[in-house]
């Protein structure tokens, strides 16, 4: 079946870089998603990757691909307080649209 | 990028009554959403796959007759709590795919509390 797993805390300071992990089981899965809940706040995409690659860049953000491993991670560079959220890694179920969400890491940053 | 708006933000109902959830896509079409509940400090959860046109999905354990969705136009779901209860408090989120990437576009969410 499908599942998503993630840490559910990380604690950084300001400056530091961050790093988020997530697993996942279906090996299907075409693309995987990184989104952000800022609190009482709907979704915001931040990135995705294909599953054919291993490494995408955007800016702050670095998301690295394990296929063989089913793990993702996401790493924020240069971590400020406003990136302080929750963040849920997502893979899609081969129904364009339809994400299976892991439990969500929040992301506290202290100044 | 796309837009889906979700209205209400947020709302306060009695228990008993029925409430209802839009969810638009602004500028695209959209013959499928997404409906999650979100509860506190836990992820997002799958209730149902609007479909334009047609009936709703559900996934297991939704009550279809509890969670009702209408996908009445190519840009319009609506999802109606119905005889609400204090336990269907909640955070509600529609989501919409996009063109191209095989990728979601949210909706603010609404927080639905029943009192």
């Known amino acids: 079946g499908e599942d998503v797993e993630q840490s559910l805390f990380l604690s950084v300071r300001e400056g530091d870089s961050s790093v988020i992990n997530c697993t996942y089981t279906?090996?299907?899965?075409?693309?995987l998603y990184w989104y952000k809940q800022e609190p009482g706040a709907g979704l915001q995409l931040l990135t995705y990757?294909?599953?054919?690659?291993d490494m995408k860049q955007d800016q702050r953000l670095t998301v690295l691909l394990n296929k063989k491993d089913k793990h993702l991670s996401l790493r924020i560079a240069d971590t400020q307080t406003g990136d302080s959220a929750i963040y849920f890694c997502?893979?899609?179920?081969?129904?364009?649209?339809?994400?299976?969400f892991g439990q969500g890491t929040e992301l506290s940053v202290k100044p | 990028g796309a837009v889906v708006s979700q209205h209400p933000s947020w709302v306060i109902c009695k228990s008993g009554t029925s409430v209802k959830i839009e969810c638009r896509s602004l500028?695209?079409?959209?013959?499928?959403m997404f409906w999650y509940r979100q509860f506190p400090k836990q992820s997002l959860m799958l209730m149902a796959t609007?479909?334009?046109?047609?009936?709703?999905?559900?996934e297991q354990g939704v009550e279809k007759d509890k969670f009702l969705i209408n996908h009445a136009s190519l840009t319009l779901s609506t999802l109606t709590v119905t005889s609400a209860h204090p336990e269907d408090s909640s955070f509600y989120i529609c989501?919409?795919?996009?063109?191209?990437?095989?990728?979601?576009?949210f909706g603010q969410g609404t927080r639905l509390t029943v009192v």
């Open positions: 989501s919409a795919p996009g063109q191209g990437v095989s990728e979601a576009f």
């Open positions: 990757i294909f599953s054919n690659m």
């Open positions: 997502a893979e899609n179920h081969n129904q364009g649209g339809k994400l299976i």
């Open positions: 500028d695209f079409q959209a013959t499928t």
């Open positions: 279906d090996s299907s899965s075409t693309y």
């Open positions: 609007s479909n334009e046109g047609s009936k709703a999905t559900y």
